[in-house]
Every structure is written in C-alpha cells, then in structure tokens.
C-alpha cells in the first residue's frame, strides 16, 4: 500500500509558500506504517493537474491530492480529477444544501460561484465538511483511488483524520500488510557525516537486506549531524522493540570510535543537555559573549525553566567592556586568556556558579593575529578555570553559528566529566 | 524552458524536515523568469530515484535534483543519474585531490568513503565546492540536462547561484525566449496582510488584465510582510522601468493609508536599517534585554561594520541583575519605569549614547501583573528617555522574536524622528 501526495497550487512553485502540507501527510502516513514514496507539485493548471495524477497513479496505489477544490477560477482540481477517472462532473443537491446552509448560518449572502463546490465527479464519495465549504471526495480509480483535501491546513488535517485515515487503514488491511513504524533521532556535536557513516558501516552492511529497520544521516547544518533509525514492526511494542535494539547497536559503534557526540534524542537541543546537567548540579549559569553577540543566551533563553538557573549574560562586543566590565587586561582580546577571564569576570559580575565565555575572529579579516574562524571557548566552573580552542569553518553567521553550539558543547561535556569524577 | 525540481530524501517523505530548497528554487527561478510546473520529492532508494528522474524528463527540458551527494551509504544519486544517462560512474582524480585537500586544510583524515563523491556519471561536468565536499554535477541527457546539487541549502544555494543559473539563462536565451523579469520586494513592518492589500487595493484592480507587472504579499513570519512587485520587461532597462513606476505608485499608496511601515528592500533587514541611521548621526548603540534573551544583540552583530558603532549589551535574565547592574529599583521589573531604567543604565555602564532595552512577558504564565505578551521598550537617546508599549502575539518564541524586531523598529522611528526636528 503506498501513497502519493500531490500538492496543488501555482503557489507552491513559485516557493510563495511553504508546503506544510505535504510534511504533514508524509510525518501522519510514516507514523501509520503507509509506505510513501513521491510528492508531487503542480500549479493550478488543468493538463499538469491531469498527468500529475496520471503519474502517481502508476506509481503508487493511492493518492492524496490536496488544494485546488475552493470556488473560485483557478480551483480546478475536481474537474481534473473527473477526467483521470473518465466521468462527468453532476452537482450534487445535497451538497447544494449544505453549501447554501453555511452563509445562511453567518447571516452572508453566498456569492454563486460557491455552487462550483458542490460539482463532484460521478462515483466519487464526499467527505463532509466541518470547518470550511469545499467538501472533500474520495474517488476510486479502478482497484486505486484518489483522495482529495482542501490545501487549508485546518480542513485538511480534519478530513484526513477523520475519513482518509479510517479508508486507508481499512485498505491496508484488507491487502493483509500490517506494520507499524518508529523512528527516533541521534543527534549528534563534532563529528562529520562521513566519520559518523564509518562508524556505524557495520551495521548499514548488516540492514541492507533487512527491510525492518533503517539507518539515515541527516545533516542539519548549524545543529551538527543526525543519526535517524526507523523500524517497521508488526505492532507498536515490537516497532520500539527493534528500536529499542538498533539504537543500543548505533550507540555503542558511535561512542567506541567517536566518544561522546550524541548530546541529545529527537527534539532535545544542545541547551537542552545543558540545563539538564545544571539542574541536576544545583548551579547557575552567566555567559559572556564576544563573537557570538548573544546568540549563546538568546538559545538558553529557550529552555523552559531557564530562569532557575540562568542568571544573564554581557555581549562585550566593544574591547573596553571586556576590559572595564570583565577585567579583561589591556591587550589582545582573542585568546585563552582574555576567555578565561570573561568566565571568570561574567560569574563573578552576575553572581553565578558556572562562567561561560566565548570570544574569536568571525571574519572575513584576521584580528590579534588571529585567521578568521578561531575562537576560544572560556569555562569557570565553581572559580576553576580553563579553555577549548576551535578553528570553525564558513563565513560570519556559520562562525557566530558554530561557535555557540561549541561552546555549549564544550560546557555540556566538562559538566559531564565532573559529575563523573 | 521547463525546469523540475527533485529533492531527494526519505526524510522529505517521513515528514522529517520541510522542504526548503524547493520553495528557494521555486522562487529563483520564477524571479529569473524560466517555469517550473512540477516538483518531486523521493525517496534514498535507487530505483525510485531514476524513475523520478525519468518522469521529470518526460514532462520537462531540465531537472534540478538535491540531495543524495554525501559520502555515504545513503547517497545514492549519482549512480541514480549515471543509469539516466546510461554511462559508467567514473572516478574523477581532480575531485580526490580537491576532497584530500579540504580535509588537509583542516588538519583531519579523510575517511575513505569521502572519494565515494568524486565519482561521477562519465559526459558529466563537475560545479566545484566552495563550502564542502560534495560537487555539484551538470549532466546532459539528449538536450536536456540535469543539475546535481547537495540538499545542504548553504552549498545548493551557492551553486544554483553561480554555475547552474547561468547555463539555464544560457539556455533560454538560446531558445529565442527573450525577456526579462526583475523583481523588488518591500518589506514592512507593524501592518497586517488584509491591510496592505486593502492599502494597494487599486493598483491590484488595474493590474488585472497587465501582464507586464504583478503584486504579491508574502507573510514572512517574524520579519513582517513583504510586497514584491514583479515586471517583465523586454530587456532588463524595460522591466527595471515598470518596476521603478510600480514601486512609486504602491509605496505612496502604503505611506498615505499606514505611514512609515517600508523599513527595507529586498535583503535590507531591521538591523540594517537601524546601522544606517546610527552610522549616519555618529552614534553608538548598547542593548539591555530581559525577555529577548540576547536575540536583538545577535542580530545587530550580523550587520557588516557593527563594531563601528555597536558596544555590546548586557542580557538581564535574573531581576537581580537589572537591580545590580542597571540600576532597575526593586520591585516589578515588567513596566515601563524598568524599561527606561535599563535603556538609560546599559547605555551608561557601557559607555553609548544610545541604550535600547526590552522587558517583558513571554508567557505561558503572567508576571507582574502583566499578561503573557507585553512587552516595554525602553530608549535613552543622549540622556533622553522614553518608552513604547506593546502587545505581542503568540507563544514564547515569538513572542522574543516579535520582541526585537519591534524594539528595534522603535528605535528605527525615534531616529528618524529626531533626524527631521
């Protein structure tokens, strides 16, 4: 049973808007056990409409269709979808009825053109509205079938929940396919996809001919690389199960080679890990920021709870507030030291236990000496001090980037190594 | 000139992530003025992969396929294009070099499946990297082609841009299709949609039936709404020119009905804005900021030039810290007092002669007294104080980003204000 989206809207490829639409139904059938293989756009255009439903008719065994069923010129999807199906258009008086109801219960005068909604193509089943006037059909095409949705996210959601799930469910089963899926993501700090891929290549070897479980990378740009692991099973429990079982595998291949990189589960962020570690420690935390100017807070500010233990920060982006508010001696401001004692000079400052700090080179020019891309990471945890020294790649906003999920990395693995010793 | 665009990813398929390269491309292309009727998305399977290439090529004259160029195992598109073509992949030692060198440069091993990426389908031409690893591929299929770039939107965007852009205006112009669209967007600030094109209203009305120009909103989020005004012209002086009359027409039209809403065009940001009018009366800036938690600061770091005129800023998470180090009396720190307390202390305790600051609310839960959403700016402007009251929509994160957009049009305001009295 596999299920192809094609969105509709001339507006979609233009990029006018996002299709939030299809993210949706691909996150709503995955987490169902409905295979789904192609997405489809296509503008609001009668032929392409047409052969784009052709084409996913061959393809897959159902499709969702949505956008296109309003009432005004350009919403052509219904009569698109008679032709694939070989069958007239017929107003349908229920519909009429309904349609006429919905003005007359806001007191609104229905513009005529509305009555184009209540056009379905013959043998077509309709899907009650409850939130809007354009009804939804379900259409069978042979042994396959179309199903189609208002593009209004806050109707098609309800439409899907309520009448595509329940018939796809029922088809599914029908066919004797039954499964479920999980998946659940790794994420990790510090390491490139491809050491990650020659971390785990044994066990990419060994699910080549599984068809139960599987391994992706994602790389998520500035939030560092995640490891995402699906698994089919025939019901929940044993969908977690084989999770359960693949992500122990992945675990143990990633930190044997690689350590400690995997900060996080699904949605959990790098601030996430370290207030997690704060809390349970019973400290605050101050940052100060120099080339990052703020970016390392503002994540921080994030995390709900945030204000039991984040105290503030100081952006010393000018050199003399790192020398008159940090006590940063008069000289070069890129270097362990100044870090160290922007740490110490911001938990002092602000009253906090723990001291964060970060100061180096965005770029494009080199400063104190310094090529673009240093920073330097400065730690002060309960008055001890010390520094991480990164070289980061890219250009000023993957520096500034790059530099706050390290140096929160950095805080996230020292507060690990004390809590341990 | 028909372009398709094909993201490749299973995590496109599972909902994982949105789809933002085919919005971006969407909209570089439509700005450039070649079509695109169809986009696809598919799956890291290989024979799912040539399908969609061989249904793109049926229905269109190029392909632009992201994703599936990395180094490992699940970076199947090359091999998916190679069998497109019907030629061998082929190891290209130019690539070796280049990926060894990336990873010298950085004083890393290379692990050996990056060479995965210098294979490439024989008749191909290579786009080189100038931010990773992974090349980019130009791959002729009879006359048509297909154009091969990594689904990180950072080194996509930077090939579209400079190699695959150029060969399609190539092409076009090759066809005989001759004229040019230029395009300018307007970007606002503090009105709705339904109000600005209730503004505009006529000049909608008499573009009906003009097929040279066209209106559109586009509700960027957190950056407010922008009107992009779109003309084509038979060479780039002829659309220049309706879009000159265009923009004319529409900004009086915004300025008589919603005042001074027009804060930049095109790429202009907030913070550029700001950074203009501080550079012009040689002012300096220092931020104090409570709910926003560091984000008005991050920004104002992203202006080229900023150290010229930006101290720094201190993010007064904890009441005690408005207390100690700003100045804020004891007591409700959420009022418009604490507000101008801050402005006026950051501005001191850094040494500025301007201070901004912000206080507020995020929410879910009250304080103060106040609802979830206020939020009061604060300005000190040489000594002068005052401040603005808002009320800001939606959850916690919005309501920071709402935050310092909105403070730093306040201050964008007050400087134009002063710079006429």
Known sequence: MRVEVVAVGTELLLGQIADTNSQWLGEQLAANGIASHFHQHVG????????????????????????????????????AIAEVMNVPLERDPALVTTIRGFFEARGRTMPDNNLLQADVPAGATIIAQSRGTAPGLICPVGQKVIYAVPGVPY???????????????????????????????????????????????SRFSAL??????????????????????????????????????EEARVRALITATLGDI???????????????RLLTRGSTLAVAESVTGGLIA?????????????????VSYASEVKFDLLGVARGPVV????????????????????GLSVTGVAGPEEQDGQPAGTVFVGLS?????????????GDRPRVRAYGAIS???ALRRELDRLAVT
């Open 298 to 314: 503002s994540r921080l500010v994030n995390v709900a709870g945030a204000s039991s233990w984040f105290r503030g920060g100081v």
């Open 381 to 393: 945890i309960d008055g001890h001090v010390q520094h991480v020294a990164l070289r980061l790649p």
């Open 44 to 79: 609001d255009n009668h032929e392409r409409i047409v052969l784009a439903l052709r084409t996913a008719l061959t393809r897959s065994d159902a499709v969702i269709v949505s956008g296109g069923l309003g009432p005004t010129q350009d919403d052509i999807t219904r009569a």
């Open 155 to 201: 109707e098609m959601t309800d439409m899907f929940e309520r009448a595509i799930l329940p018939d796809l469910l029922a088809r599914q089963s029908a066919t004797g396919e039954r499964s479920t899926i999980a998946s659940r993501v790794l994420r990790t700090w510090g390491a490139s996809e491809s050491a990650l891929a020659e971390a785990v290549a």
């Open 407 to 409: 140096a929160l990395d």
């Open 335 to 354: 270097s362990p030291e100044a870090a160290v004692t922007m740490a110490r000079g911001v938990a002092d400052l602000l009253g906090a236990d723990v």
């Open 262 to 276: 995997v900060f996080g589960v699904d949605d959990e962020t790098m601030e996430d890990a370290v207030a997690t």
């Open 208 to 245: 080549v001919d599984d068809d139960r479980v599987t391994i992706a990378f994602l790389a998520s740009g500035i939030e560092g690389i995640k490891v995402r692991i699906t698994a089919r099973g025939v019901d929940g429990a044993h969908a977690t199960s084989l999770l359960n079982d």
